[in-house]
C-alpha cells in the first residue's frame, strides 16, 4: 500500500508561483511512475505533469508547459510541481497519484486510471 499527501496548495494571485510538494510512503519510491492531476468543480480529472520512475520520462499537459515542472527526490520519496505564472484557469484541487508498473505509452500516462494510488489533494486558487 502506497500512502500519498500532497502540499504546498494555497491562494496566489495571477502571475504568482506555488510549489507542490507529494510524499509518499514504500520502499521503492523510485520506480514508481508519478502523477500530477487537477479537478475543478463540475469537472473531469485531468491531467497535470507526469514522471517516470524505472524508465525516465516527464510529460506536461500542453496548458501548462513552459510554466509547470514536475521534479522528484527519490531519496526523500517526494515528488513536487512548481508552478509559475499562474493563471485563474489554474484553480482546482490538484492531486498526487502513483503508479507501480512499467511506462505504458504516453496515453497510459495521461489516464488517470492507470494509476494505483492517490493523495487527498490540496487546493489551489489563483486570484484574478
Known amino acids: 500500500q502506497v500512502q500519498l499527501v500532497e502540499s504546498g496548495g494555497g491562494l496566489v494571485q495571477a502571475g504568482g508561483s506555488l510549489r507542490l510538494s507529494c510524499a509518499a510512503s514504500?520502499?521503492?519510491?523510485?520506480?514508481?511512475?508519478m502523477g500530477w492531476f487537477r479537478q475543478a468543480p463540475g469537472k473531469e480529472r485531468e491531467f497535470v505533469a507526469a514522471?517516470?520512475?524505472?524508465?525516465?520520462?516527464?510529460h506536461y499537459a500542453d496548458s501548462v508547459k513552459g510554466r509547470f515542472t514536475i521534479s522528484r527526490n527519490n531519496a526523500k520519496n517526494a515528488v513536487y510541481l512548481q508552478m509559475n505564472s499562474l493563471k485563474p484557469e489554474d484553480t482546482s484541487v490538484y492531486y498526487c497519484?502513483?503508479?507501480?508498473?512499467?511506462?505504458?505509452?504516453?496515453?497510459?500516462?495521461?489516464?488517470?486510471?492507470?494509476?494505483?494510488?492517490w493523495g487527498q489533494g490540496t487546493q489551489v486558487t489563483v486570484s484574478s
Open positions: 497519484a502513483a503508479h507501480q508498473g512499467g511506462y505504458g505509452g504516453l496515453s497510459a500516462t495521461l489516464n488517470p486510471t492507470t494509476y494505483d494510488y
Open positions: 514504500g520502499r521503492t519510491f523510485s520506480s514508481y511512475n
Open positions: 514522471s517516470g520512475g524505472s524508465v525516465y520520462y516527464t
